[in-house]
C-alpha cells in the first residue's frame, strides 16, 4: 500500500500568506525525509479565504518533493484543455515523470457563474476536457469535434515523460463512478465515505470495470481519509475535540466515527489494514488540524510509525 498526504489549502485571511506558505513547504519536506510516496493538492477558486491555487503551489512544491508522486486535482470545468495539456506535460517533465492527476467535476455555483461556466453544462465540459488532455498527453496532430471544443492538429510539446500519463476520477455518485470506471486509470474514493459505502460503492466501479473489459487495465483504487495521529487514542481525541464538537466537513455521526481516523499509530495501522483487504492501494492522508505543530505531529508518526510497519509486511 502507498501513503500520500494531501495539503490543506485554505486558510483563514488572518493568516500571513508567506508564513502559510512557508509551513506547507515544510510539511512536503518532512514527508519527503520521512518516505511518503505522494502529496496532493485540491483545487478551488472564487473564495473567502486564502486558497493556494493548485498548479503554481505544485510547481512550486515539486523542488521540496523528493521522489514523491505528485497528484494536483483539478475541477475540469473550469480549465480550458489544451492550456491545462501543456501545464501538466510541463509538470511532468518538470518533476522527472512523478506526475499524475486527479481529475473532478466539482460543485460550486459562484464559480461557474464567475468562469461563465454553466452548471448545466458541466458533465459534458468534463468529458471533453478529459478527452482532450489525454490525447494531446499522448498524440501529435489531434483533431477534435465536441459540444464545447473543437480543433484541428492540435500538437503539444513538450509531452509528458510517462507514457501513458496518469489520469485518475474522484466520485462520489453513482453515473460519475461509472464515468470514472469508463475513463480513468483510478478511482479516487471520498475522504468522507465509511468502510461499508466504500465496499458498497466498490462493488458498483468492479461491475463497470468488468462490463468494460478493463479489470485487468486498471490496478489502482485510491482512497481518501482525514487524519490526526497522537501517542494515544486518548491524546489524539483530545488534541482533536474541537473536530468533534463543532463538527467536520459535513460528516455525519457514523462518518465521525469510522472514516475519520483520530488514533495513535497503531490504530492508524490496523484501520489501512483493513482498507487493504478491501481493495485499497494507495491511501491520500489529509492532516485534519490545520495547526502547523499538529500537522508536524500527524506526518511524523505516519512518517515513523505507520509507513514502515506497512513496508516491512
Given at each position: 500500500m502507498r501513503i500520500g498526504m494531501s495539503l490543506t489549502s485554505s486558510y483563514s485571511r488572518r493568516d500571513d500568506s508567506k508564513q502559510l506558505m512557508d509551513n506547507l513547504i515544510a510539511?512536503?519536506?518532512?514527508?519527503?525525509?520521512?518516505?511518503?510516496?505522494?502529496?496532493?493538492?485540491?483545487?478551488?477558486?472564487?473564495?473567502?479565504?486564502?486558497?493556494?491555487?493548485?498548479?503554481?503551489?505544485?510547481?512550486?512544491?515539486?523542488?521540496?518533493?523528493?521522489?514523491?508522486?505528485?497528484?494536483?486535482?483539478?475541477?475540469?470545468?473550469?480549465?480550458?484543455p489544451i492550456l491545462l495539456a501543456e501545464q501538466i506535460a510541463v509538470l511532468d517533465v518538470m518533476s522527472g515523470g512523478r506526475t499524475s492527476m486527479i481529475c473532478c467535476l466539482g460543485y460550486q455555483p459562484e464559480a461557474h457563474d464567475a468562469f461563465q461556466t454553466p452548471q448545466t453544462v458541466r458533465v459534458s465540459r468534463f468529458v471533453e476536457t478529459f478527452e482532450i488532455v489525454r490525447r494531446l498527453c499522448a498524440e501529435d496532430e489531434v483533431t477534435y469535434q465536441g459540444k464545447?471544443?473543437?480543433?484541428?492538429?492540435?500538437?503539444?510539446?513538450p509531452k509528458p515523460l510517462q507514457q501513458p500519463f496518469p489520469m485518475w476520477i474522484g466520485a462520489n455518485a453513482d453515473p460519475a463512478i461509472r464515468r470514472a470506471a469508463r475513463l480513468a486509470d483510478a478511482w479516487v474514493i471520498s475522504p468522507g465515505w465509511t468502510p461499508g459505502m466504500v465496499e458498497e460503492k466498490l462493488r458498483l466501479y468492479r461491475e463497470v470495470l468488468a462490463a468494460q473489459g478493463r479489470q485487468d487495465q486498471v490496478a489502482e483504487v485510491i482512497l481518501r481519509r482525514d487524519i490526526h495521529l497522537s501517542a494515544s487514542r486518548e491524546q489524539a481525541r483530545s488534541e482533536a475535540s474541537q473536530l468533534f464538537e463543532r463538527g467536520y466537513r459535513g460528516f455525519d455521526a457514523e462518518a465521525m466515527d469510522t472514516s475519520l481516523i483520530v488514533d495513535n499509530p497503531d490504530g492508524c495501522i490496523r484501520y489501512l489494514e483493513a482498507m487493504q483487504r478491501m481493495g485499497m492501494t494507495h491511501i491520500l492522508f489529509r492532516c485534519a488540524m490545520r495547526d502547523q505543530a499538529a500537522a508536524l505531529q500527524t506526518i511524523r508518526l505516519i512518517g515513523t510509525e505507520v509507513i514502515p510497519h506497512l513496508k516491512s509486511n
Amino acid at each position: 500500500m502507498r501513503i500520500g498526504m494531501s495539503l490543506t489549502s485554505s486558510y483563514s485571511r488572518r493568516d500571513d500568506s508567506k508564513q502559510l506558505m512557508d509551513n506547507l513547504i515544510a510539511r512536503v519536506e518532512l514527508m519527503a525525509e520521512l518516505g511518503f510516496d505522494s502529496l496532493s493538492l485540491g483545487d478551488h477558486h472564487i473564495t473567502h479565504d486564502h486558497y493556494f491555487q493548485v498548479l503554481p503551489t505544485m510547481c512550486r512544491m515539486s523542488a521540496h518533493s523528493g521522489n514523491m508522486q505528485l497528484i494536483p486535482l483539478f475541477l475540469l470545468p473550469f480549465y480550458q484543455p489544451i492550456l491545462l495539456a501543456e501545464q501538466i506535460a510541463v509538470l511532468d517533465v518538470m518533476s522527472g515523470g512523478r506526475t499524475s492527476m486527479i481529475c473532478c467535476l466539482g460543485y460550486q455555483p459562484e464559480a461557474h457563474d464567475a468562469f461563465q461556466t454553466p452548471q448545466t453544462v458541466r458533465v459534458s465540459r468534463f468529458v471533453e476536457t478529459f478527452e482532450i488532455v489525454r490525447r494531446l498527453c499522448a498524440e501529435d496532430e489531434v483533431t477534435y469535434q465536441g459540444k464545447h471544443y473543437a480543433f484541428e492538429s492540435v500538437t503539444i510539446s513538450p509531452k509528458p515523460l510517462q507514457q501513458p500519463f496518469p489520469m485518475w476520477i474522484g466520485a462520489n455518485a453513482d453515473p460519475a463512478i461509472r464515468r470514472a470506471a469508463r475513463l480513468a486509470d483510478a478511482w479516487v474514493i471520498s475522504p468522507g465515505w465509511t468502510p461499508g459505502m466504500v465496499e458498497e460503492k466498490l462493488r458498483l466501479y468492479r461491475e463497470v470495470l468488468a462490463a468494460q473489459g478493463r479489470q485487468d487495465q486498471v490496478a489502482e483504487v485510491i482512497l481518501r481519509r482525514d487524519i490526526h495521529l497522537s501517542a494515544s487514542r486518548e491524546q489524539a481525541r483530545s488534541e482533536a475535540s474541537q473536530l468533534f464538537e463543532r463538527g467536520y466537513r459535513g460528516f455525519d455521526a457514523e462518518a465521525m466515527d469510522t472514516s475519520l481516523i483520530v488514533d495513535n499509530p497503531d490504530g492508524c495501522i490496523r484501520y489501512l489494514e483493513a482498507m487493504q483487504r478491501m481493495g485499497m492501494t494507495h491511501i491520500l492522508f489529509r492532516c485534519a488540524m490545520r495547526d502547523q505543530a499538529a500537522a508536524l505531529q500527524t506526518i511524523r508518526l505516519i512518517g515513523t510509525e505507520v509507513i514502515p510497519h506497512l513496508k516491512s509486511n
